[in-house]
């Protein structure tokens, strides 16, 4: 759907305002994190830094729904596009010392800055020289999520402390999303297509991601008290 508004074309306005909000939502939980009093102070600057990052992506997105129409095609919407990537790639990489963090290993904590260098320089490479499709991108942010999402099943099973279940929801919610916009499942093909449900699903994901994530760094606190 496109709309001229104040004399500016805004392409695939339910995308892009989709996308849009995601940012606002990304950028308000990042900012609550941050400000956030806890004693794990650590696990709260990644859980910060991941939202920060899917801010970044969502705003990049908003602007490349808007104005690229023709895509990668021309050099800046392939700028704008490789720094979405870059965007999400980072953020691939917040959830793995994240996943380090709350498995308490000392041994992986040590092994992730390596690791986490060369995934990010091998999804780059793949990004730019073998295919910039989106399924790349997920490719490389999928396992550091089911890894979280492993993690988080098996604490709440022994547990039963709730934020653990809801932290495995957000993600289970989270990948729902992607599997709508992998099979192109829209409410309408030109006022709200497959990428906008992928957005609405995905922001309730993240809501239910930090509502978990507050109540971890709540746990922790305690239990440092």
Not at 38 to 57: D, N, P, V, Y
């Amino acid at each position: 759907m496109t709309l001229e508004l104040g004399g500016i074309t805004l392409h695939e306005f339910d995308v892009a305002a989709t996308d849009f909000l995601l940012f606002l939502e990304s950028t308000l939980f990042a900012w609550l994190l941050i400000r956030f009093k806890s004693s794990a102070a650590q696990l709260q600057r990644l859980f910060g830094a991941l939202f920060a990052m899917l801010a970044i992506a969502s705003l990049l997105g908003a602007l490349y729904h808007a104005f690229f129409p023709a895509k990668t095609a021309t050099p800046p919407g392939l700028a704008i596009w490789l720094l979405i990537g870059l965007s999400i790639g980072l953020a691939s990489i917040v959830v793995w010392y994240i996943d380090a963090l709350l498995l308490d290993s000392e041994r992986l904590r040590r092994a992730l800055p390596a690791f986490a260098c060369i995934n990010l320089l091998v999804f780059m490479c793949m990004l730019v020289l073998v295919s910039h499709q989106f399924k790349i991108i997920i490719a490389f942010y999928v396992p550091p999520m089911i890894a979280l999402a492993v993690i988080s099943f098996a604490r709440w099973r022994r547990t039963s402390a709730m934020q653990w279940f809801w932290m495995f929801t957000g993600i289970v919610i989270s990948f729902v999303a992607a599997a709508l916009q992998f099979l192109r499942i829209g409410i309408h093909p030109v006022y709200f297509n497959h990428d906008a449900v992928y957005h609405v699903v995905q922001a309730a994901a993240l809501a239910i991601l930090f509502v978990s994530f507050l109540r971890v760094l709540r746990m922790r606190s305690v239990e440092g008290a």
